[in-house]
């Protein structure tokens, strides 16, 4: 069965501190990978997108970038982390294979905290 | 543009009545529809989903949405709201063979009380 990994959990960072969050899944080929920001009291918001290896799309100009080094695995990162930037991630799959179902399996999310 | 909308930020039940969280979109096209639940800190689960084909749908958890094309909305339902059902409620849409993927709504916050 596929499975979605997502670390660490929670991560208490200075401002202008590097940033390093990992996203893997298991069990899935060529799947679609995602990145999403939640801050409180607000809805999700779309940060990066990526259908292959080496390919981002970007969706708001911020302060992170996002790469794909591996076909399972979503890498989400900032040289330095901003007060703005707390929030909760999320990374996201979707199977490319099957677009007609595209439904989304998400991480248990990322709770940052920048003081 | 593209937007889904969910225009209540919270609301708030007594155990046992009836739930209806709304949700509105505006898109070109009949995009494909979602609801997800999300517990405190934790991932998004799906309840439920609509591509195509009857307009009520069935989703885990004993709730159901309807798609109505005319009002463009898509309202999740729960005849009998339980405590556990006490979560943040997300509305989200997608375009068919879009690599984009998913558009949130705001989120609706569900309380229940005892």
């Known amino acids: 069965s596929q499975t979605i990994h997502q670390w660490p959990a929670t991560l208490v960072q200075p401002v202008g501190s590097p940033l390093s969050l990992e996203c893997t899944v298991e069990g899935t080929s060529n799947p679609n990978l995602y990145w999403y920001r939640q801050a409180a009291g607000r809805g999700l918001q779309l940060l990066f997108y990526?259908?292959?290896?080496?390919?981002i799309s970007s969706e708001v100009p911020q302060n992170l970038s996002a790469s794909r080094p591996q076909d399972r695995q979503f890498i989400l990162s900032s040289k330095k982390l901003l007060l703005s930037d707390s929030g909760f991630y999320l990374c996201?799959?979707?199977?490319?294979?099957?677009?007609?179902?595209?439904?989304?399996?998400f991480g248990q999310g990322t709770r940052l905290t920048v003081v | 543009a593209q937007s889904v909308t969910q225009p209540d930020i919270h609301i708030t039940v007594s155990e046992g009545a009836s739930l209806e969280l709304r949700c509105n979109y505006s898109?070109?096209?009949?995009?494909?529809l979602f609801w997800y639940v999300q517990s405190p800190g934790q991932g998004l689960q799906l309840l439920l989903k609509?591509?195509?084909?009857?307009?009520l749908v069935q989703g885990i958890k004993g709730f159901e949405a309807e798609f109505k094309r005319s009002q463009s909305s898509f309202n999740l339902r729960k005849p009998s709201v339980h405590w556990s059902d006490a979560a943040e409620y997300f509305c989200?849409?997608?375009?068919?063979?879009?690599?984009?993927?998913?558009?949130f709504g705001s989120g609706t916050q569900l309380t229940v009380l005892p």
């Open positions: 898109y070109g096209a009949t995009p494909y």
């Open positions: 990526s259908v292959g290896i080496g390919q």
């Open positions: 996201a799959w979707v199977n490319q294979d099957r677009l007609m179902n595209t439904e989304a399996f």
């Open positions: 609509y591509f195509s084909g009857d307009t």
């Open positions: 989200a849409v997608s375009l068919p063979g879009s690599a984009r993927q998913l558009t």
